[in-house]
């Protein structure tokens, strides 16, 4: 079982930039693939980005495409998520989250990721 821990959150004026970190402890980390959703008040959760084990395979949801970068050090156990232009759409709690082993490639949605973090909080004023 893998437990994840997010920092880096905080708050940030519009076009300003944050990079939250996903810790993970257990062996298997760098086994799996890695995602980063957020969830806003009153909204459902919403993927944001997600990577590959080995680094080789990246995917976006399209509202941050060209803004965000995943990225991971597996001998570090960790994700990061650089965030650059944030908008204060943005304003979510983020959280990351590991792939489901055999779940639908390339998916975004929440029931194939598990072993939730308890997320950060970013803010971003107008």
């Known amino acids: 079982q893998v437990q994840l821990v997010e920092s880096g959150g905080g708050l940030v004026q519009a076009g300003g930039s944050l990079r939250l970190s996903c810790a993970a402890s257990?062996?298997?980390?760098?086994?799996?693939?890695m995602g980063w959703f957020r969830q806003a008040p009153g909204k459902e959760r919403e993927f944001v980005a997600a990577i590959s084990w080995k680094s080789t395979s990246t995917y976006y949801a399209d509202s941050v495409k060209g803004r965000f970068t995943i990225s991971r050090d597996n001998a570090k156990n960790t994700v990061y998520l650089q965030m650059n232009g944030l908008k204060p759409e943005d304003t979510a709690v983020y959280s990351c989250?590991?792939?489901?082993?055999?779940?639908?490639?390339?998916?975004?949605?929440?029931?194939?990721?598990?072993?939730w973090g308890q997320g950060t909080q970013v803010t971003v004023s107008s």
């Open positions: 257990g062996r298997t980390f760098s086994t799996y693939s």
């Open positions: 989250a590991c792939k489901i082993p055999g779940s639908t490639v390339y998916s975004k949605e929440p029931s194939d990721f598990g072993s």
